[in-house]
């Protein structure tokens, strides 16, 4: 039975991976999608409600600050019931998010280190499957499910 669920979640973290990658892709062509730290803190104090996922990228945990900001952002995060993602793989983040739109400066794709999802309809069944992820994650109590990105 271990192997077996191993080798099941396995698969549904590669799934929901790809799904969380298309999400992201969507939501920035539909300019649904907050970038950086700051911008998402600003956006969570100001409009709450019209968020519905956050993605953390954690590839730099050795930074203190950006823990810190880390544990404020997941625990507000948690407490108003938004999904919350963990994800490493900065770089395939900013092979998707950067080649999206090459128009826009290079400075706002600089911190990928947190992104908000602002759109309910953003390619809806993308969200469904990444929620449905980290609902299950939660079941197994993983409270702040965790993705690893794969680069291509």
């Known amino acids: 039975?271990?192997?077996?669920?191993?080798?099941?979640?396995?698969?549904?973290?590669?799934?929901?991976?790809?799904?969380?990658e298309e999400l992201l892709v969507t939501a920035q062509k539909q300019d649904c999608l907050t970038v950086g730290i700051y911008e998402s803190a600003k956006l969570l104090n100001s409009d709450p409600d019209s968020v519905v996922l956050c993605v953390l990228a954690t590839d730099d945990l050795d930074d203190v600050a950006l823990q810190i900001?880390?544990?404020?952002?997941?625990?507000?995060?948690?407490?108003?019931?938004?999904?919350?993602?963990?994800?490493?793989?900065?770089?395939r983040l900013q092979?998707?998010?950067c080649a999206v739109?090459?128009?826009?400066?290079?400075?706002?794709?600089?911190?990928?280190?947190?992104?908000?999802v602002t759109n309910p309809q953003a390619d809806h069944c993308r969200l469904q499957e990444v929620g449905t992820y980290c609902q299950e994650s939660r079941r197994l109590d993983q409270w702040v499910p965790e993705l690893v990105l794969q680069e291509r």
Do not use: P
Request: glycine share 4%.
């Open 101 to 116: 739109d090459t128009n826009r400066n290079q400075e706002e794709h600089r911190d990928l280190h947190c992104m908000l």
């Open 1 to 20: 039975c271990c192997l077996f669920c191993s080798v099941f979640f396995s698969t549904r973290m590669q799934s929901a991976g790809l799904a969380l």
């Open 95 to 97: 092979q998707l998010l």
């Open 69 to 91: 900001h880390f544990t404020l952002l997941q625990s507000f995060c948690c407490e108003s019931g938004l999904n919350i993602l963990r994800v490493s793989g900065v770089q």
